[in-house]
């Protein structure tokens, strides 16, 4: 569906985007991870035309973005919502569905179906700006969808809502996916990711570091298990982590041992017997840890 080969660009000395490679698959929800300025905001930009890359191409069902018809082919939820707040969500829908050349008679259906598909149909007729930021959200990505998209691309689709908001817009995005819609999520929420994505690529600097699916990033931690220990002696906890053959990180301010063998949290406290524990706790390896040590290095 999406293909980007080679794309490097530079604002003046400062190179946004480095060599970047990846493809999004035809209905998968590809997920690109990455800190505040890691350089998914300009990747998206290069992939709508918004901006030249000075190095690589860009191809969306075989076709350059620059095209007509790439146009139809993709739509784009921004990270702020540009809506016209003193309209209602249907003549939002309306005005855009305009500008994509719909027939007033396809606009008509195309309206009414996106405000069923994002659960706006009884607020129509509602000023924008006396909706709720989650409604704002879901009303963004219906006009994203009125023209019919096989590709809609999601820049920090659920920055700044509450947490019933952002579960609303993780079902709505398992929707489009049922629906056989492409969706290219950018995020710095792991959950949401790990939730959502079929294939993760962890972008920093501008550069591809290491792209897959959960299960086979999973595979750049040699552990089962990772143990988040609590101690006033933690000199002593590392000294025994070490003769057991764990690993040490830190989490913030967790203290954290690799598991390499799946262990009980009963045989756990027992392997660091005689060391005073505030707290333990076992998790599996989660995308944080992954994309902690993914990153750590560069």
């Given at each position: 569906?999406?293909?980007?080969?080679?794309?490097?660009?530079?604002?003046?000395?400062?190179?946004?985007?480095?060599?970047?490679?990846?493809?999004?698959?035809?209905?998968?929800?590809?997920?690109?991870?990455?800190?505040?300025?890691?350089?998914?905001?300009?990747?998206?930009?290069?992939?709508?035309?918004?901006?030249?890359?000075?190095?690589?191409?860009?191809?969306?069902?075989?076709?350059?973005p620059v095209s007509e018809a790439t146009k139809a082919l993709v739509g784009i939820v921004p990270q702020e919502n540009?809506?016209?707040?003193?309209l209602t969500c249907a003549e939002n829908l309306h005005f855009f569905a305009r500008i994509y050349g719909l027939s007033?008679?396809?606009?008509?259906?195309?309206?009414?179906?996106?405000?069923?598909?994002?659960?706006?149909?009884?607020?129509?007729?509602?000023?924008?700006?006396?909706?709720?930021?989650?409604?704002?959200?879901?009303?963004?990505?219906?006009?994203?969808?009125?023209?019919?998209?096989?590709?809609?691309?999601?820049?920090?689709?659920?920055?700044?809502?509450?947490?019933?908001?952002?579960?609303?817009?993780?079902?709505?995005?398992?929707?489009?996916?049922?629906?056989?819609?492409?969706?290219?999520?950018?995020?710095?929420?792991?959950?949401?990711?790990?939730?959502?994505?079929?294939?993760?690529?962890?972008?920093?600097?501008?550069?591809?570091?290491?792209?897959?699916?959960?299960?086979?990033?999973?595979?750049?931690?040699?552990?089962?298990?990772?143990?988040?220990?609590?101690?006033?002696?933690?000199?002593?906890?590392?000294?025994?982590?070490?003769?057991?053959?764990?690993?040490?990180?830190?989490?913030?301010?967790?203290?954290?041992?690799?598991?390499?063998?799946?262990?009980?949290?009963?045989?756990?406290?027992?392997?660091?017997?005689?060391?005073?524990?505030?707290?333990?706790?076992?998790?599996?390896?989660?995308?944080?840890?992954?994309?902690?040590?993914?990153?750590?290095?560069?």
């Open positions: 569906m999406l293909w980007l080969d080679h794309v490097s660009k530079k604002f003046g000395d400062r190179s946004v985007l480095s060599d970047l490679t990846f493809k999004v698959r035809p209905g998968e929800v590809y997920g690109l991870l990455g800190p505040n300025g890691a350089g998914k905001t300009t990747t998206i930009n290069t992939i709508c035309n918004l901006v030249k890359p000075d190095q690589g191409s860009i191809r969306i069902l075989d076709r350059r540009l809506l016209y707040r003193s007033q008679v396809k606009r008509v259906e195309r309206v009414y179906e996106c405000l069923k598909l994002v659960n706006l149909l009884d607020r129509a007729d509602s000023i924008v700006e006396n909706l709720s930021g989650g409604m704002q959200r879901r009303l963004s990505i219906a006009l994203a969808l009125v023209h019919q998209p096989k590709l809609v691309i999601l820049d920090e689709p659920t920055t700044g809502l509450d947490i019933e908001s952002r579960y609303e817009i993780w079902d709505l995005i398992r929707l489009l996916k049922t629906q056989g819609i492409t969706v290219l999520l950018t995020t710095h929420l792991l959950e949401e990711a790990e939730h959502l994505c079929q294939r993760i690529g962890i972008i920093k600097g501008g550069k591809l570091l290491k792209q897959g699916t959960l299960d086979s990033l999973s595979q750049c931690i040699s552990a089962a298990l990772v143990a988040l220990v609590d101690t006033p002696q933690p000199d002593r906890a590392t000294a025994r982590a070490e003769q057991l053959g764990f690993p040490l990180r830190h989490y913030g301010r967790d203290l954290a041992f690799w598991v390499p063998q799946p262990m009980s949290l009963r045989e756990l406290l027992a392997a660091f017997e005689g060391i005073e524990l505030t707290s333990v706790a076992l998790q599996p390896v989660r995308l944080e840890h992954v994309y902690l040590e993914i990153t750590r290095s560069v």
